[in-house]
Structure formats: C-alpha cells, structure tokens
Nanobody
Framework: QVQLVESGGGLVQPGGSLRLSCAIS????????IGWFRQSPGKEREGVSC???????IYQNSGKGRFTISRDSAKNIVYLQLNGLQPQDTAIYYC???????????????????WGKGIQVTVSS
C-alpha cells in the first residue's frame, strides 16, 4: 500500500527557510504524481506544488518564486524547499500522491488519493 511520510517541519522566523521531505513507498506503477498541500485552521486544503514521474513541476501562486519542489528518485523522496517564509505560510503541510496524472496538470493541482499525516510549519518571530 502507498505510504507517504513527511518530515522537516518546525518553527522558523519570518524570512527563514525549511526543507520538507516526503518519503514515498508502495506505488506499484512507474508513473505517479506527488504533490505538496497545506491547510490552515478554518481553510480548505490547497495545493502548493506538484511533480510528476517525468519531472514536470507545477507551482501555485502561493509558492512561485519562493518554493522549489524536487525529487531524489534513488531515495524515493520528494522535497519542498521553502524560502522566504512568512506568517501566512503557517499551516500543516501534507504530502499527497496519485496515479492520476490529471491531478498535476495544466497548471493546476487537485486533491490526491493518498496522503501523509501532515507536518506543522509555523512562521513566527
């Protein structure tokens, strides 16, 4: 079964950086997509960035120019580098995965089928 495990969250001051990791296991096909999402209290879960097995990447406006998604295929880890963090970036960040390519396509990120438990990112002075 698919398992996604996030790590790397924590407390950081405004302007600081974090690198989130998503350890991936259990996909049985070569093609799948991995996305990073976040959810703040009282808000819906929103897509931040996603990457396909062919390394196509999408960023939503919230992270463009500040966040970078990447993968280490040998380690089965997808990273999300968060730079220039601001208090409004405070949220629980989730790693999502799907076999459906249309969940990360045409500049859009849609909710996925598999989820990690999430990890807290807090930006505060």
């Amino acid at each position: 079964q698919v398992q996604l495990v996030e790590s790397g969250g924590g407390l950081v001051q405004p302007g600081g950086s974090l690198r989130l990791s998503c350890a991936i296991s259990g996909f049985t096909e070569d093609y799948y997509v991995i996305g990073w999402f976040r959810q703040s209290p009282g808000k819906e879960r929103e897509g931040v960035s996603c990457i396909t097995s062919s390394d196509m990447k999408i960023y939503q406006n919230s992270g463009k120019g500040r966040f970078t998604i990447s993968r280490d295929s040998a380690k089965n880890i997808v990273y999300l580098q968060l730079n220039g963090l601001q208090p409004q970036d405070t949220a629980i960040y989730y790693c999502g995965g799907s076999y459906y390519g249309n969940t990360c396509d045409n500049g859009k990120i849609y909710l996925m089928n598999y989820w990690g438990k999430g990890i807290q990112v807090t930006v505060s002075s």
